[in-house]
C-alpha cells in the first residue's frame, strides 16, 4: 500500500492518471482519497493525482492520538512541511503544485496556500470551508468549554443523535449532509473519529483578504464550485471572495453540498480544455 510517514503520522494516499502536471487533493469529511475517483477521468491528462486520507480518516494513521495532541491542533506550518517532503519523495521538485480540495479538506489546500504559495499553480476548491468558516463548526472546535462538550457528547448517541435531527429539521444542514452525519455519529468509535478531526484542524484558520493576496501575488489560478442550495458553505461566499482575485473563476450548480459527481467532473474537462486552448493562443 503506498504510504509516506513523517513525523507523527504515516500517510496513506492513492495515485491516479498519468498527466505531466502534479496535482494534490483533499477529501472531505468522512470520506477518503477515493472519493475524487469520479473526477479522474476529466484530469487524468493534465495530472497525476495523488489523492491523500486526512489525519483520521481511511488508511492514515496518527502515531499518538492523545486528547492531549488532537486538541494541541494540526499547524499550518507542520502540513506545508509534510506535504514539500511528500513532493521530494515521489521525485518531483522542481514542479509546482495544483490542489484539488472538498468542504474541509480545504483547510489542507488554504493551509499550503499561506505557507508555500510559491509551489502552487493551480487550485480547485469543491464547496470549500476555510474562507467564512461555519460558525458550528468553529465554535465546536475553537472554544474550550464547547470542545469539551463535544467531547462528553462521544459518549452520548441519543443526544448527539437529537441534536443532529434538530439541525436537518431546521435546514441548517441539507439531505446528503445529514446521510453522511448519521453515518459517521452510528458508533461510540465514529463520534471520536468526527471529535478528534473536527478539533486537530481547529488551528487552521485564516482571513480571507490574506488568502486573496496570496493568490495574486503569486499568479495562483483559482476555481471554485458552490451547490446554490448548500447550507453549510453557501455560494455567496464564493461570489465575495472570487471578486477579490485577479485570476479566479466561480461555478455555482443547482444542487447542496453533495457537489463531488459527473457534472463537476464535466465541468472540469471543459475548463481545463478552454484552459489549454487559451494557453497555446498566448
Same mark, same amino acid.
Given at each position: 500500500m503506498p504510504f509516506f510517514r513523517y513525523q507523527n503520522v504515516n500517510l496513506h494516499y492513492y495515485e491516479y492518471g498519468d498527466g505531466p502536471g502534479l496535482m494534490f487533493a483533499f477529501h472531505g469529511f468522512g470520506m477518503r482519497g477515493t472519493q475524487f475517483e469520479v473526477l479522474v477521468p476529466a484530469l487524468r491528462e493534465q495530472y497525476t493525482i495523488y489523492s491523500f486520507d486526512l489525519f483520521f480518516h481511511g488508511k492514515t494513521e496518527l502515531f499518538d492520538t492523545s486528547v492531549e495532541l488532537v486538541r494541541k491542533g494540526l499547524s499550518v506550518k507542520d502540513l506545508g512541511q509534510c506535504i514539500l517532503a511528500f513532493r521530494k519523495m515521489i521525485g518531483a521538485e522542481g514542479k509546482r503544485i495544483a490542489l484539488l480540495s472538498y468542504s474541509i479538506g480545504s483547510l489542507m489546500a488554504w493551509s499550503l496556500i499561506e505557507t508555500i +504559495?510559491?509551489?502552487i499553480a493551480a487550485a480547485?476548491?469543491?464547496?470549500?470551508?476555510?474562507?467564512e468558516p461555519n460558525k458550528l463548526l468553529k465554535i465546536g472546535s475553537r472554544n474550550p468549554l464547547v470542545n469539551r462538550l463535544f467531547y462528553q457528547l462521544v459518549?452520548? +448517541?441519543k443526544t448527539v443523535m437529537f441534536a443532529l435531527k434538530t439541525l436537518h429539521r431546521f435546514h441548517y444542514i441539507d439531505d446528503p449532509l445529514y446521510r453522511i452525519l448519521s453515518q459517521e455519529f452510528k458508533s461510540t468509535e465514529t463520534r471520536l473519529t468526527c471529535y478528534n478531526a473536527i478539533t486537530y484542524y481547529s488551528r487552521m484558520s485564516f482571513d480571507a483578504d490574506s488568502l486573496a493576496l496570496r493568490l495574486n501575488s503569486n499568479d495562483i489560478r483559482s476555481y471554485f464550485y458552490f451547490g446554490k442550495h448548500d447550507k453549510l458553505f453557501p455560494a455567496r461566499i464564493g461570489d465575495a471572495f472570487v471578486k477579490k482575485l485577479k485570476q479566479g473563476c466561480l461555478h455555482v450548480f443547482d444542487e447542496g453540498h453533495e457537489l463531488v459527481n459527473d457534472r463537476l467532473a464535466e465541468c472540469l474537462r471543459e475548463q481545463l480544455m478552454r484552459d489549454h486552448t487559451s494557453m497555446k493562443e498566448v
Open positions: +504559495p510559491q509551489y480547485f476548491f469543491i464547496a470549500p470551508d476555510g474562507i459518549y452520548r +448517541p
